[in-house]
T-cell receptor, first 118, second 115 residues
Protein backbone atom coordinates (compact mmCIF):
# COMPACT_ATOMS: atom_id res chain seq x y z
CA UNK A 1 0.00 0.00 0.00
CA UNK A 2 1.05 3.56 -0.62
CA UNK A 3 0.58 6.56 1.60
CA UNK A 4 1.26 10.26 1.09
CA UNK A 5 1.50 12.67 4.04
CA UNK A 6 1.32 16.41 3.68
CA UNK A 7 1.65 17.86 7.19
CA UNK A 8 0.99 21.52 6.30
CA UNK A 9 -2.74 22.21 5.87
CA UNK A 10 -1.92 25.83 5.03
CA UNK A 11 1.12 27.94 4.19
CA UNK A 12 1.65 31.66 3.72
CA UNK A 13 4.45 33.28 1.74
CA UNK A 14 5.28 36.82 0.68
CA UNK A 15 5.31 37.55 -3.02
CA UNK A 16 8.76 37.02 -4.61
CA UNK A 17 9.96 34.79 -1.77
CA UNK A 18 10.60 31.05 -1.98
CA UNK A 19 8.42 28.48 -0.22
CA UNK A 20 8.80 24.77 0.50
CA UNK A 21 5.79 22.46 0.67
CA UNK A 22 6.42 19.21 2.51
CA UNK A 23 5.59 15.72 1.33
CA UNK A 24 6.57 12.38 2.82
CA UNK A 25 5.57 9.04 1.45
CA UNK A 26 5.50 5.39 2.30
CA UNK A 27 5.58 2.52 -0.17
CA UNK A 28 6.80 -1.03 -0.56
CA UNK A 29 7.37 -0.58 -4.29
CA UNK A 30 10.97 -0.55 -5.47
CA UNK A 31 10.24 1.70 -8.41
CA UNK A 32 7.80 4.59 -8.14
CA UNK A 33 7.04 8.07 -9.37
CA UNK A 34 6.28 11.20 -7.38
CA UNK A 35 4.12 14.01 -8.71
CA UNK A 36 3.03 17.47 -7.63
CA UNK A 37 -0.22 19.00 -8.81
CA UNK A 38 -1.65 22.48 -8.34
CA UNK A 39 -5.38 23.02 -7.95
CA UNK A 40 -6.64 26.62 -8.17
CA UNK A 41 -10.07 27.50 -6.87
CA UNK A 42 -11.45 26.82 -10.35
CA UNK A 43 -10.96 23.08 -9.70
CA UNK A 44 -8.58 21.99 -12.45
CA UNK A 45 -5.66 19.82 -11.34
CA UNK A 46 -2.53 21.10 -13.07
CA UNK A 47 0.48 18.81 -13.33
CA UNK A 48 3.63 20.61 -12.15
CA UNK A 49 6.59 18.27 -11.79
CA UNK A 50 7.61 14.62 -11.73
CA UNK A 51 10.41 12.72 -9.99
CA UNK A 52 11.20 9.05 -10.58
CA UNK A 53 12.59 7.03 -7.70
CA UNK A 54 15.52 6.02 -9.88
CA UNK A 55 16.40 9.61 -10.87
CA UNK A 56 19.69 10.69 -9.35
CA UNK A 57 19.10 14.38 -9.84
CA UNK A 58 16.29 16.47 -8.42
CA UNK A 59 13.65 17.44 -10.95
CA UNK A 60 13.22 21.08 -11.95
CA UNK A 61 10.57 22.81 -14.06
CA UNK A 62 10.92 26.56 -14.27
CA UNK A 63 10.23 28.00 -10.81
CA UNK A 64 9.40 24.56 -9.42
CA UNK A 65 11.96 22.14 -8.07
CA UNK A 66 11.59 18.92 -6.17
CA UNK A 67 13.84 18.26 -3.19
CA UNK A 68 13.94 14.47 -3.33
CA UNK A 69 15.49 12.65 -0.38
CA UNK A 70 14.94 8.96 -1.00
CA UNK A 71 16.36 7.70 2.28
CA UNK A 72 14.05 10.00 4.21
CA UNK A 73 11.15 9.25 1.84
CA UNK A 74 10.48 12.89 1.26
CA UNK A 75 9.69 14.81 -1.92
CA UNK A 76 9.26 18.46 -1.01
CA UNK A 77 8.19 21.01 -3.60
CA UNK A 78 10.13 24.27 -3.71
CA UNK A 79 8.55 27.25 -5.45
CA UNK A 80 10.96 30.09 -6.06
CA UNK A 81 10.00 33.74 -6.54
CA UNK A 82 6.36 33.23 -5.51
CA UNK A 83 3.68 34.99 -7.53
CA UNK A 84 0.12 35.90 -6.57
CA UNK A 85 -1.10 33.36 -9.11
CA UNK A 86 0.61 30.60 -7.15
CA UNK A 87 -2.12 30.78 -4.51
CA UNK A 88 -3.82 27.38 -4.73
CA UNK A 89 -4.03 23.90 -3.23
CA UNK A 90 -0.96 21.78 -3.87
CA UNK A 91 -1.13 18.00 -3.90
CA UNK A 92 1.67 15.50 -3.69
CA UNK A 93 0.97 12.13 -5.31
CA UNK A 94 2.71 8.87 -6.12
CA UNK A 95 2.24 5.66 -8.02
CA UNK A 96 4.13 2.49 -8.68
CA UNK A 97 6.15 2.14 -11.88
CA UNK A 98 5.58 -1.43 -12.98
CA UNK A 99 5.93 -2.46 -16.57
CA UNK A 100 2.87 -4.47 -17.44
CA UNK A 101 1.50 -4.21 -13.93
CA UNK A 102 -1.27 -2.14 -12.47
CA UNK A 103 0.37 1.25 -12.39
CA UNK A 104 -2.74 3.33 -12.89
CA UNK A 105 -3.45 4.14 -9.29
CA UNK A 106 -2.26 7.59 -8.26
CA UNK A 107 -2.32 8.05 -4.48
CA UNK A 108 -2.79 11.63 -3.35
CA UNK A 109 -2.07 13.46 -0.11
CA UNK A 110 -4.63 15.76 1.51
CA UNK A 111 -3.00 18.85 0.09
CA UNK A 112 -1.53 22.14 1.29
CA UNK A 113 -3.31 25.44 0.73
CA UNK A 114 -0.72 28.03 -0.28
CA UNK A 115 -1.55 31.72 0.02
CA UNK A 116 0.80 34.24 -1.54
CA UNK A 117 0.56 37.69 0.06
CA UNK A 118 1.35 40.88 -1.88
CA UNK B 1 -8.58 24.14 -26.70
CA UNK B 2 -7.83 22.64 -23.32
CA UNK B 3 -6.47 19.10 -23.14
CA UNK B 4 -9.23 17.56 -21.03
CA UNK B 5 -12.73 19.06 -21.13
CA UNK B 6 -15.50 18.22 -18.68
CA UNK B 7 -19.16 19.12 -18.92
CA UNK B 8 -21.15 20.35 -17.17
CA UNK B 9 -19.00 22.43 -14.79
CA UNK B 10 -21.77 22.47 -12.19
CA UNK B 11 -24.68 20.11 -11.64
CA UNK B 12 -27.45 20.14 -9.06
CA UNK B 13 -29.73 17.14 -9.00
CA UNK B 14 -32.26 15.40 -6.82
CA UNK B 15 -31.71 11.92 -5.44
CA UNK B 16 -34.13 10.38 -7.94
CA UNK B 17 -32.72 12.04 -11.05
CA UNK B 18 -30.57 10.45 -13.74
CA UNK B 19 -27.78 12.53 -15.21
CA UNK B 20 -24.45 11.99 -16.95
CA UNK B 21 -21.05 13.64 -16.68
CA UNK B 22 -19.00 13.93 -19.83
CA UNK B 23 -15.26 14.03 -20.33
CA UNK B 24 -13.37 14.52 -23.59
CA UNK B 25 -9.61 14.50 -24.03
CA UNK B 26 -7.78 16.05 -26.98
CA UNK B 27 -4.31 14.75 -26.08
CA UNK B 28 -4.32 11.46 -27.96
CA UNK B 29 -4.07 9.53 -24.69
CA UNK B 30 -5.16 5.92 -24.34
CA UNK B 31 -6.16 5.81 -20.67
CA UNK B 32 -8.91 7.77 -18.90
CA UNK B 33 -9.89 8.06 -15.26
CA UNK B 34 -12.68 9.25 -12.96
CA UNK B 35 -11.78 10.66 -9.54
CA UNK B 36 -13.96 11.90 -6.69
CA UNK B 37 -12.77 14.82 -4.55
CA UNK B 38 -14.73 15.39 -1.35
CA UNK B 39 -14.07 18.18 1.10
CA UNK B 40 -11.00 17.62 3.26
CA UNK B 41 -10.32 14.16 1.79
CA UNK B 42 -7.66 13.01 -0.66
CA UNK B 43 -8.70 12.38 -4.23
CA UNK B 44 -10.25 8.95 -4.62
CA UNK B 45 -9.78 6.98 -7.80
CA UNK B 46 -13.11 5.59 -9.01
CA UNK B 47 -12.59 4.03 -12.44
CA UNK B 48 -9.82 3.54 -14.97
CA UNK B 49 -10.21 2.76 -18.65
CA UNK B 50 -7.26 1.70 -20.76
CA UNK B 51 -7.78 1.25 -24.49
CA UNK B 52 -11.51 1.51 -23.82
CA UNK B 53 -11.53 -1.41 -21.39
CA UNK B 54 -12.25 -0.92 -17.73
CA UNK B 55 -9.14 -1.96 -15.84
CA UNK B 56 -9.94 -0.72 -12.36
CA UNK B 57 -13.09 -0.24 -10.30
CA UNK B 58 -12.38 0.86 -6.77
CA UNK B 59 -15.44 -0.55 -5.02
CA UNK B 60 -17.63 2.21 -6.33
CA UNK B 61 -21.39 1.89 -5.66
CA UNK B 62 -23.46 0.76 -8.62
CA UNK B 63 -25.31 4.07 -8.71
CA UNK B 64 -22.21 5.29 -10.57
CA UNK B 65 -21.88 3.71 -14.01
CA UNK B 66 -18.95 4.59 -16.29
CA UNK B 67 -18.92 4.32 -20.07
CA UNK B 68 -15.99 4.68 -22.46
CA UNK B 69 -17.24 4.57 -26.07
CA UNK B 70 -13.82 5.45 -27.52
CA UNK B 71 -10.39 6.53 -26.37
CA UNK B 72 -11.34 10.23 -26.40
CA UNK B 73 -14.60 10.14 -24.47
CA UNK B 74 -15.57 9.04 -20.99
CA UNK B 75 -18.94 9.29 -19.30
CA UNK B 76 -20.12 8.82 -15.75
CA UNK B 77 -23.82 7.98 -15.55
CA UNK B 78 -25.47 8.91 -12.26
CA UNK B 79 -28.62 7.34 -10.86
CA UNK B 80 -30.32 7.58 -7.47
CA UNK B 81 -27.42 9.38 -5.81
CA UNK B 82 -27.09 10.12 -2.11
CA UNK B 83 -26.24 13.44 -0.39
CA UNK B 84 -22.77 12.10 0.45
CA UNK B 85 -22.09 11.86 -3.30
CA UNK B 86 -21.89 15.65 -3.48
CA UNK B 87 -18.30 16.35 -4.52
CA UNK B 88 -16.02 17.52 -7.30
CA UNK B 89 -15.68 14.82 -9.96
CA UNK B 90 -12.47 15.01 -11.92
CA UNK B 91 -11.65 13.31 -15.18
CA UNK B 92 -8.05 12.63 -16.20
CA UNK B 93 -6.20 11.04 -19.08
CA UNK B 94 -2.71 9.67 -19.62
CA UNK B 95 -0.66 7.81 -22.16
CA UNK B 96 0.35 4.22 -21.55
CA UNK B 97 3.52 3.55 -23.53
CA UNK B 98 5.31 0.21 -23.55
CA UNK B 99 3.70 -0.62 -20.24
CA UNK B 100 4.68 2.62 -18.54
CA UNK B 101 2.13 5.25 -17.64
CA UNK B 102 2.87 8.93 -18.25
CA UNK B 103 1.64 11.73 -15.90
CA UNK B 104 -2.10 12.19 -15.76
CA UNK B 105 -3.68 15.38 -17.07
CA UNK B 106 -6.89 16.53 -15.43
CA UNK B 107 -9.96 18.45 -16.51
CA UNK B 108 -11.61 21.31 -14.60
CA UNK B 109 -14.04 18.96 -12.89
CA UNK B 110 -17.80 18.87 -12.42
CA UNK B 111 -19.03 20.14 -9.09
CA UNK B 112 -21.99 17.97 -8.19
CA UNK B 113 -24.55 18.83 -5.53
CA UNK B 114 -27.22 16.34 -4.49
CA UNK B 115 -30.35 17.81 -2.94
Amino acid sequence: AQKITQTQPGMFVQEKEAVTLDCTYDTSDQSYGLFWYKQPSSGEMIFLIYQGSYDEQNATEGRYSLNFQKARKSANLVISASQLGDSAMYFCAMRALNSGGSNYKLTFGKGTLLTVNP
Amino acid sequence: ETGVTQTPRHLVMGMTNKKSLKCEQHLGHNAMYWYKQSAKKPLELMFVYSLEERVENNSVPSRFSPECPNSSHLFLHLHTLQPEDSALYLCASSQMHQGYNQPQHFGDGTRLSIL
